[in-house]
């Protein structure tokens, strides 16, 4: 929590001063839709209408500064671009989520609280935070406007997920990437918060919220400065030894002629451990993909699947938009009878990370 911020007193507390009213919600047992939310990523404005036209009911999007947890150079959206794209989304009855899930701090909350202001005056369906203090700003401030619980908010069960809604009026939260299937259905049960999950994107080993490498290398953390490994702190070098990259001058990765080169995080790098030599000690690069477990997550009551990658171009959203779509739309008409299409795990395959999938915390043979 950022030193700015301050707690509400619970909505129990009703003489408290300043308490803040519950937004009603109904249990997500009796509302749930039998076919959750396809929740599509849009990084530019091409990538926003490549997700409206190919099936999205929702894309979420960010400014181009440090409240959202996307702040690379060339991403985001000036207000034009997000005026144009509020309308190209809401004519063809597609929701637009704001994303400011990054921590204001104490010295200039400022730019966080005119975000907000913006994304309510602009029509945005939804705005996504992590920060209590900048979720108690939007519930005095804003209060006909929906909040959803970023996944940087490290939120991992019932009881932290209700205790947002007594305290601010939270209406969704999403998950982060650390449970398994029924421990995601144990959450679902317990609260009447809708969840959105991850269903397809690049993994984070970290628990959401709470990484500390990015920070400890480049001395900017994401969680403030919107960024994991930002480009000013990235260098490319040939050697003699092949192409090396390294994050303000820490050698992440060294890559061999022809061999694909990924962007440098030091969740992905491959490191000297021990007597192993260059291996991904932390985490490989592969992308999340539970195209399998969708009659499971569906039965459990999710109500939005979302699609992992506003830092993507337009042809990969268009193309994960599409097979989501497809699968979305075949599974809550054939449940009993669903799997997925052979087509489907191919094209996927083709826009992975390091072009591999896998059903990450979610299955886990071994329970």
Known sequence: MSSSTLIAPVAGDVAGAGAVPSAPVLPATAAAPLRPDLVCPAGSLPALRAAVDHGADCVYLGLRDATNARNFAGLNFDDAAIATGIRYAHDRGVKVFMALNTYPQASNPQPWREAMDKAAGMGADAVILADPGLMQYAAHRHPQLRLHLSVQGSATHA??????????????AVLPRVLSVEQVRQVIDRTPVE?????????????????????????????????????????????????????????????????????PTLCKGRFDVGDESSYYAIEEPTSLN????????MKAGVRAIKIEGRQRSPAYVAEVTRVWREALDHCAAQPQTYVPRAGWMGRLEQVAEGQQHTLGAYHRPWK
């Open 195 to 263: 969840i959105e999950v991850f269903g397809f994107g690049s993994l984070c080993v970290m628990v959401e919220g709470r990484c500390a490498l990015s920070s400890y290398a480049t001395g900017e953390s994401p969680n403030t400065h919107g960024v994991c490994s930002p480009a000013k702190a990235v260098r490319w070098q040939e050697t003699p030894r092949g192409l090396e990259a390294r994050l303000n001058g820490v050698l992440i990765d060294r890559f061999a002629e022809g061999e694909s080169a990924g962007y």
């Open 159 to 172: 009881e932290a997920i209700n205790l947002y809604r007594e305290q601010f009026g939270i209406t969704r």
């Open 290 to 297: 539970t195209l399998a477990l969708l009659p499971q997550l």
